[in-house]
């Protein structure tokens, strides 16, 4: 099989988005200048890497993608993006369409369609909850399913692992131009073992770049596609739950010892309290 020629797409590189773009160039990979996110393909042009799935070529002309009758935000937002990295990659820009429209094009399935249901019929998904995914092949047709993010994740895990995109930081990322892929037969379903992920770092901040890493905690800017996860309080309660004008007098113990003594007040940071909590 060729291999595919990768390229990659970068905004105004600083940060760790300027270290990502020395170590896609010390790969030998071409540079395309542009803006990665949703739109039209950036100066550049886009691909002609070919698309094989179930032994088909993925074009604008036999397949579509395709959407429930009334989708979601978060099916939209997925649709959009695979739509947007299939023209990036093939230059092929395939339509999104309401299922009932699809005719005899091949659909691309994203989210809770009645296709869903008739190319796999074994995809469960309610047991699938808000971040599950499940990714199968049905001949030349695809199915991406999830609930809520999931149907984002399913979206950027078929082109993170089977078409070779990558997004290294909120202004880097790279994806095949040239060559040829062939997407095996997939039957692939994961649900998340970890309810919250985040990293607590600004460049993990940024809403698009977020989703795309799967990230979902309170650190993440609040209109990230599909949602956060926010626990009340978040970090540092310690005073919040234990507070020291009800426990302090009769349980010392539970307080940060400092210099040989116990605080009452101003011990705030979690690794004192950590100390604290294991060593009364």
Not at 4 to 24: C, D, I, K, R
Not at 46 to 72: F, K
Not at 243 to 258: C, G, N, R, S, T
Request: proline share 7%.
């Amino acid at each position: 099989m060729n291999q595919p020629v990768l390229s990659y797409v970068v905004g105004s590189v600083t940060g760790w988005g300027a270290l990502a773009v020395l170590l896609v160039m010390s790969a030998g990979c071409a540079c395309v200048d542009g803006v990665s996110g949703q739109g039209s393909a950036p100066e550049g042009g886009p691909g002609r890497c070919l698309i094989l799935m179930g032994g088909r070529a993925v074009r604008g002309a036999t397949h579509c993608i395709a959407l429930p009758a009334e989708p979601t935000a978060e099916e939209r937002y997925a649709a959009a993006e695979l739509q947007r990295h299939l023209e990036l990659i093939a230059g092929e820009a395939l339509a999104v369409v309401p299922e009932a429209e699809a005719g005899e094009r091949v659909p691309l399935v994203v989210g809770r369609c009645e296709l869903c249901r008739r190319l796999a019929a074994q995809v469960d998904l309610d047991g699938l909850g808000p971040e599950g995914i499940h990714i199968k092949t049905a001949g030349p047709a695809l199915v991406l399913a999830g609930n809520g993010r999931g149907v984002i994740y399913a979206t950027y895990t078929f082109l993170e692992d089977y078409l070779g995109c990558r997004w290294f930081s909120e202004d880097c990322a790279m994806w095949p131009t040239g060559g040829r892929l062939e997407v095996p037969e997939l039957d692939r379903r994961y649900v998340p073992a970890l309810e919250y992920r985040d990293i607590c770092w600004p460049y993990g901040m940024p809403a698009q770049f977020a989703v795309r890493q799967k990230l979902n905690g309170d650190s993440v800017q609040a209109d990230v596609p599909g949602g956060r996860i926010s626990y009340a309080g978040f970090v540092h309660t310690f005073y919040a739950l234990v507070p020291p004008q009800k426990y302090f007098d009769d349980h010392p113990e539970y307080f940060a010892l400092v210099g040989g003594k116990r605080l009452r007040d101003g011990a705030q940071p979690a690794f004192i309290h950590a100390v604290a909590t294991c060593r009364p």
